[in-house]
């Protein structure tokens, strides 16, 4: 989902993710992808929350957006094939301060703090893409994990924590640092932004989020 829409080969892309990913070298082995047209250099650095010697990686996303409901399994195997030096992060975007999007990113942060992401981040896309059912409530979104299992006191002190909300502020204010157009979308190393809008399918956008972190690898 974006301000502007993905184009229509990134969706078609998707649909092949499986011989997409096999297909992905460890490195971009086409043509070096250009600053300016496949990549957005940005003009000041954004701070990263990763250690010295690490690269960090930030997938941009929102539950209700359907490229990423279909990108998500792609990058989360991508990710798990990545060296010790990649840290790869998701980061819920909020493109307005309303409940299509701010309990959202509240239940991601909420099931990162309760050690559910595993178990139910892929399962909240089902429900909204498979399912056909609205998370754009405290109500509906306290729903549906209970009626996952999780025990509803425990999950409502974590979804209103303090912990939960600096989260999102921090993940709202790293989206306009990296002035996020729509999702998905992947930022590297502070320094860069790509999306499928740039590069024409998402499987090109790995392959420059690749060469990207080989830049920065390399930079030392």
């Known amino acids: 989902m974006k301000r502007r829409d993905f184009s229509l080969a990134a969706a078609a892309a998707v649909a092949g993710s499986a011989t997409l990913l096999a297909g992905l070298p460890a490195r971009a082995q086409t043509q070096a992808p250009q600053a300016g047209k496949e990549y957005m250099q940005l003009a000041q650095s954004v701070n990263t929350a990763v250690t010295a010697g690490k690269i960090e990686v ?6 209700s957006c359907g490229h990423c409901n279909n990108f998500e399994p792609v990058v989360a195997a991508w990710a798990k094939k990545q060296p ?3 840290v790869v992060q998701r980061v ?3 493109f307005q301060q309303n409940a299509n ?11 990162e703090a309760l050690n559910l992401v595993d178990t139910l981040h892929i399962a909240a896309f089902e429900t909204i893409h498979k399912e056909r059912k609205r998370l754009n409530s405290d109500q509906a979104i306290l729903d549906w994990a209970t009626s996952k299992g999780v025990d509803a006191k425990k999950f409502q002190e974590a979804y209103n924590s303090f912990s939960v909300a ?10 306009d640092q990296y002035r996020v157009q ?16 740039l590069t024409g399918s998402f499987s090109r956008v790995l ?6 972190v080989e830049q920065e690898r390399k930079a030392g």
Not at 166 to 175: E, I, K, P
Not at 207 to 212: D, G, H, M, N, W
């Open 58 to 63: 930030l997938e941009f996303f929102w539950y």
């Open 84 to 86: 010790a030096d990649v």
């Open 92 to 94: 819920p975007i909020a």
């Open 101 to 111: 999007y701010i309990p959202l990113q509240k239940l991601y942060y909420t099931l």
């Open 166 to 175: 600096n989260a999102v502020r921090r993940a709202t204010q790293l989206q």
């Open 182 to 197: 729509g999702v998905p979308s992947l930022a590297v190393a502070g320094k860069y932004y790509t999306d499928g809008t």
């Open 207 to 212: 392959e420059v989020v690749e060469y990207l």
